[in-house]
């Protein structure tokens, strides 16, 4: 069965099962880097939010093996999981007054969004890209945001400089900077793992079960003091396009200390990572570090960039090294 095949029945089945109530459309989706996407889309009758479920992971299961029964109903219920339960309403984007408090940037890799910065506004950065967005944020949407392009600048009667100096401004208020250790990053999460694996502790032995969970997490992170070397990570605290901390004037000077200057090494589009200067890395080795943690570990649509940044603490700015 071909991937349009899928998504038509795809579509049909949960449909059906959905009824007149909620419309359902297939469409091709571009995201970020140019990576596109095959999305199902649930558009409730009177709202102005659509929620999207891409289908390419599912197909991929469906050729290895899945049935097609159990797709559609993994579907419906992650549908019904995260439904909005009142109208959500977009009524406040017609008016740039309204939007101005919700602005925000963020950071694209420049040479993979060509296409795309055609039809949004932008600044070049280095080798990336700044572009302007409207963060949402709620209980039911957690932190989303709308790309703001130029037929919105247009309709607004905005010029491209204002709104992009003014997005700049405003993410720092409502996307505060985050700096957090990374042995401690991943003692949380090697914590949360142990834990879910656990049956629930009986009565009294809480404390002994936090004891137990402390050690075992210290011991699969290699949590312990520094030494030499520390490496941070940078983001904001939703965690959401936070390589856009990047963009913050003077906070890589509050964090530098007593060091001369920062490796930025890019994670992804939603954080970076911090190493302190010792005078004793390789550009070569931090190059393919950088590489390879990218086409291992990064989705297409979340990279950021190849190069590697530095900081130096005299000149106060970021450089490509």
């Given at each position: 069965m071909t991937l349009e095949q899928f998504v038509n029945k795809i579509k049909s089945a949960v449909g059906a099962y959905f009824g007149d109530g909620l419309g359902i459309t297939a469409q091709k989706i571009i995201k970020n880097n140019g990576v596109e996407l095959?999305?199902?889309?649930?558009?409730?009758?009177?709202?102005?939010?659509?929620?999207?479920?891409?289908?390419?992971?599912y197909y991929e299961e469906y050729e290895g093996g899945m049935p097609l029964s159990e797709i559609v109903r993994r579907i419906i219920q992650a549908y019904e999981d995260h439904r909005p339960e009142g109208k959500l309403k977009l009524d406040f984007f017609r008016d740039y007054e309204q939007v101005r408090a919700r602005l925000a940037c963020r950071l694209v890799n420049l040479?993979?969004?060509?296409?795309?910065?055609?039809?949004?506004?932008?600044?070049?950065?280095?080798?990336?890209a700044v572009v302007p967005c409207c963060?949402?944020?709620?209980?039911?949407?957690?932190?989303?945001?709308?790309?703001?392009r130029y037929s919105h600048m247009r309709r607004w009667g905005i010029d491209e400089e204002s709104l992009l100096e003014e997005a700049r401004i405003n993410m720092q208020q409502i996307l505060r900077p985050e700096c957090e250790?990374?042995?401690?990053?991943?003692?949380?999460?090697?914590?949360?793992?142990?834990?879910?694996?656990?049956?629930?502790?009986?009565?009294?032995m809480e404390a002994e079960?936090?004891?137990?969970?402390?050690?075992?997490?210290?011991?699969l992170a290699g949590r312990r003091e520094a030494e030499g070397k520390e490496m941070f990570i940078l983001s904001n605290t939703q965690h959401f396009y936070g390589a856009s901390v990047l963009l913050?004037?003077?906070?890589?000077?509050?964090?530098?200390?007593?060091?001369?200057?920062?490796?930025?090494?890019?994670?992804?589009?939603?954080?970076?990572?911090?190493?302190a200067d010792t005078g004793k890395e390789s550009r070569r080795a931090l190059y393919r570090m950088v590489n390879e943690v990218n086409e291992r570990n990064v989705p297409p649509e979340e990279f950021l960039s190849d190069s590697v940044y530095y900081f130096d603490k005299k000149e106060g700015r970021i450089r490509i090294l």
């Open positions: 095959t999305g199902l889309i649930f558009m409730e009758k009177e709202s102005d939010i659509a929620a999207t479920i891409y289908l390419d992971g040479e993979k969004n060509r296409a795309l910065l055609e039809q949004v506004p932008h600044q070049i950065w280095l080798d990336l963060i949402l944020m709620g209980d039911e949407l957690g932190c989303a945001c709308i790309l703001i250790p990374m042995k401690d990053f991943l003692f949380d999460m090697m914590r949360q793992a142990v834990e879910e694996q656990l049956p629930e502790a009986e009565s009294g079960q936090e004891y137990l969970l402390d050690r075992v997490a210290g011991i913050y004037p003077d906070v890589l000077s509050r964090l530098i200390g007593e060091a001369k200057g920062f490796f930025i090494l890019p994670s992804s589009v939603h954080e970076v990572l911090l190493l």
